[in-house]
């Protein structure tokens, strides 16, 4: 049964388009999950009711493998610093699809979104981190590098650490192009620092949102299922622990 996109569904695929924003798509393909970045071109059909177009970015082998393969895809995009998760079925593919009368893409139609929702950044309270608290963090960008030994290494960013819960961290940078060019789910290290030890802890990033022409706000959420962050997770709740207690209000002896 074809499903039928509801109207604030078309509405946030058509910002979508509009902006050209980018997209993650996350399939399984022969046997395998794999990771696309796409954005949405066009709706097909009277109010979307035919799904959605995208185009795969630097990517002509992936646009292959999902015309063969028509998989259900879980994507995620960001329109007004809001994240948002979906699921579609790859119906087909139009190598010539005119976006409009000017732009012509080698693109996949999606089927209309299944369970299009907006997600929580973080489900955990936010304590502030003074400079008199002892916590500090180094936010760092994961960049590819042949010469590592895992394929990636630490690009760290020039920011302070502003506040922090036990699911993701915010911080406020110094105004850079990465950065802000940077799409949702872009993996991230935050290097926790506390009491003269620092705790690594893989991340991905969820919101980037501009204050001025000098600073930018970076919002990240942790990634448990990575094995060195699941081992600090226990100096993570320390650290918690400590900002707790200093949020806390001192109690103080009545003079009698």
Request: glycine residues 6%; hydrophobic residues 40%; contains cysteine.
């Amino acid at each position: 049964m074809t499903q039928v996109a509801a109207a604030a569904d078309v509405d946030l695929l058509a910002r979508a388009v509009a902006r050209a924003v980018p997209v993650r798509l996350v399939a399984m393909v022969n046997e395998q999950e794999q990771t696309f970045r796409a954005r949405v071109v066009r709706l097909e059909g009277v109010d979307g009711a035919g799904g959605f177009w995208i185009h795969l970015l630097e990517n002509r082998k992936g646009t292959d493998l999902l015309e063969r393969a028509t998989p259900l895809c879980c994507g995620t995009f960001a329109v007004n610093q809001a994240r948002y998760t979906f699921r579609a079925q790859v119906l087909r593919r139009d190598r010539h699809l005119w976006a409009n009368h000017r732009t012509m893409f080698d693109a996949l139609l999606l089927a209309p979104p299944e369970d299009l929702k907006r997600i929580d950044q973080r489900g955990a309270d936010r304590l502030a981190v003074g400079e008199n608290s002892g916590v500090s963090a180094q936010l760092c960008r994961m960049v590819s590098d042949v010469f590592s030994a895992n394929g990636r290494r630490a690009v760290p960013l020039a920011g302070a650490l502003q506040d922090l819960s036990p699911t993701g961290a915010g911080f406020i940078c110094r105004a850079n192009r990465h950065l802000t060019e940077s799409r949702p789910d872009e993996p991230m290290l935050c290097l926790l620092q506390y009491r003269g030890q620092t705790f690594a802890l893989a991340a991905r990033l969820t919101q980037v949102s501009v204050i001025s022409h000098r600073t930018t706000r970076a919002g990240v959420v942790f990634e448990w299922q990575d094995l060195e962050t699941r081992h600090n997770q226990p100096n993570l709740e320390a650290v918690i622990a400590e900002l707790e207690r200093l949020r806390t209000p001192r109690r103080t002896k009545r003079a009698t």
